[in-house]
């Protein structure tokens, strides 16, 4: 069995293991800035597109053009009506969330917060194994790859401090995963 960039990808699972297995009660957000770049909609289908439903009651947002709540249902794309000028800005909970493996994850909340910005929420607990962690690197990966500018920040838990492990874990998972696959190689 090779030991060498497995056994290191698992030192750093550990690392963020720990400071996701604890919950604090906190909904720490990760947050993805596209700059003006409209990719709310995109984002909001990428993430359904893992899920099972939504995790949460009676979820809606605003309707400017009715002047009334309008409900969220799993399968629609809320996030056009924001992008179209109709809908203010929401947050939803999704559930049954998948790794590409089929691992479970944790459920994720989801903000649209302006055109080129989202971010993600998520309740630590010891549900965060190493194939919910990557599942959830697979979910940053791909809203990355929404748009060539993008600056993800992560609001710290009590175990770290803001931009700490979990973003230097996840980059260095995407180097891993991009060396070993080929992509991003010149």
């Known amino acids: 069995m090779d030991s060498g960039p497995l056994s290191e990808s698992k030192m750093n699972f550990d690392k963020v293991r720990e400071i996701l297995h604890t919950n604090d009660g906190s909904l720490p957000d990760i947050n993805f800035d596209f700059g003006q770049k409209r990719v709310a909609g995109d984002a909001y289908a990428l993430i359904q597109r893992r899920a099972t439903h939504l995790a949460m009651e009676n979820p809606y947002y605003w309707s400017k053009s009715r002047s009334e709540e309008s409900p969220i249902r799993f399968g629609e794309n809320p996030a056009i009506g924001f992008l179209d000028g109709d809908a203010e800005g929401f ?65 710290g838990n009590i175990f770290e401090s803001n931009d700490g492990i979990l973003l230097t874990e996840f980059k260095n998972w995407l180097y891993d995963h991009n060396s070993h696959t080929g992509a991003g190689q010149s």
Not at 128 to 136: V, Y
């Open 91 to 155: 947050h939803v909970v999704f559930g049954g969330l998948r790794s590409n493996d089929g691992a479970p994850i944790p459920d994720l909340g989801f903000f649209v917060l302006d055109l080129g910005f989202i971010a993600l929420d998520y309740r630590m607990g010891p549900e965060w194994d190493t194939p919910a962690i990557i599942g959830l690197f697979e979910i940053m990966r791909d809203l990355k790859s929404l748009s060539d500018i993008v600056h993800i920040s992560h609001d």
